[in-house]
């Protein structure tokens, strides 16, 4: 059993402080939605509106159709992981499964044959008789996904439950989360401020910032194709040129910055139009580090600019390269490995180059905060 959920128009206010503020925004039935934000952004409020442990002061909230006012948490058709798993340490593992059935008077032996079959389900097989402390880290988040689905809610809510594991193991267990959700098949919100986690395992994302809404799509969409400065500064590194527009012709955008001509697209609007822009306004142009080549890497591109070389970083399979335009404008690009640098010096003038396509241009907005 699954279920979809509807936020109509959410506010939860504590005093004059709006730590989300009309939020509107349907999650299907069955699908893994990420609500991704900075720290304070309002997701877990929402999160725990959504559960029942917290009240709307505003909108409604719909589960399955059904308006969720005066339904308390025990009553919902959800089930909630917290941060920090609040696993039993006294109880075996196959207990701390079956702690919510025996709450709600089922049989021993239905619980643990309940126990077996999801500890099956987390490939925890023949492990319900240890004791919690005797798992690793990502065994015990595997726990805590079987207790929350133990009472077969409709709606799993993950509030940034890998956050406390080693990089390794949470890249491992984005995987095995997604896994899980495939099988079981039902809604799974997670909370996160991590894009990685967002990117690689969800169907779509909601982008949050001071508790509004600022785009929501699928991790494509929300990354290729920002509606908000916020967005394209906080999903992914981008490389942000301030400038003023020149002229337009359709979706493109001829950008003045730092003495240089660039042609860029213009960003999307959420209703799926385009902005508009008037000669002389304000913009900002986004540029994926990813996106800017090298003069020799690519034959043909419709910008092309030169940069001081300032420093090279090795990170494994990437290497970031760090210039500067005048020294006023910072400017990156990721290139692959394999690509030869050891003859780039440093203050030397490098030409690079990059798409129209690959280029966005926005009105001047806030961005995101590193």
């Known amino acids: 059993m699954s279920a979809d959920v509807e936020l109509q128009k959410v506010s939860v206010s504590f005093g004059n402080f709006y730590a989300a503020k009309n939020v509107s925004v349907k999650i299907e039935k069955g699908e893994f939605f990420s609500f991704l934000g900075p720290s304070g952004c309002g997701k877990t409020t929402l999160l725990r509106a959504i559960s029942g442990f917290a009240e709307p002061s505003d909108g409604k909230i719909l589960i399955g159709g059904q308006d969720m006012a005066g339904i308390g948490p025990n009553k919902r058709p959800t089930s909630l992981i917290f941060q920090n798993l609040a696993l039993f340490p006294l109880m075996s593992v196959a207990d701390n499964i079956a702690f919510s059935l025996e709450v709600r008077g089922t049989g021993k ?160 609007l959420k209703d799926g139009k385009k902005h508009t822009f008037q000669k002389r306004d304000k913009v900002i142009m986004f540029v994926r580090p990813e996106s800017i080549f090298l003069k020799d890497q690519i034959n043909q591109a419709d910008n092309i600019f030169s940069a001081i070389f300032k420093t090279i970083e090795f990170e494994g399979n990437l290497k970031n390269i760090y210039l500067s335009i005048d020294g006023v404008q910072d400017v990156r690009c990721s290139i692959s490995n394999a690509v030869e640098t050891a003859t780039l010096s440093t203050s030397e003038s490098i030409e690079l180059k990059f798409s129209s396509r690959d280029a966005v241009v926005l009105p001047v907005g806030p961005l995101a905060v590193d």
């Open 109 to 268: 032996v239905q619980r643990r044959n309940r126990a077996d079959e999801l500890l099956e389900l987390v490939a925890l097989s023949g492990q319900g008789n240890k004791k919690v402390h005797e798992l690793s880290g990502g065994q015990k988040q595997r726990v805590a996904i079987a207790r929350a689905l133990a009472i077969e809610p409709a709606v799993l809510l993950l509030d940034e439950p890998l956050s406390a594991l080693d990089l390794k193991l949470r890249q491992k267990m984005r995987t095995e989360l997604r896994e899980i959700q495939k099988r079981v098949g039902i809604t799974f919100i997670y909370i996160t401020h991590d894009q990685g986690e967002a990117l690689t395992m969800s169907d779509r994302i909601a982008v949050m910032n001071e508790g509004e809404l600022e785009q929501v799509g699928s991790g494509h969409n929300v990354y290729e194709a920002p509606h908000t400065p916020f967005v394209a500064s906080f999903v992914g590194e981008n490389n942000a040129f301030y400038g003023t527009v020149i002229s337009t012709n359709g979706d493109m955008v001829r950008v003045s910055s730092q003495g240089k001509d660039f042609l860029a697209k213009a960003g999307d």
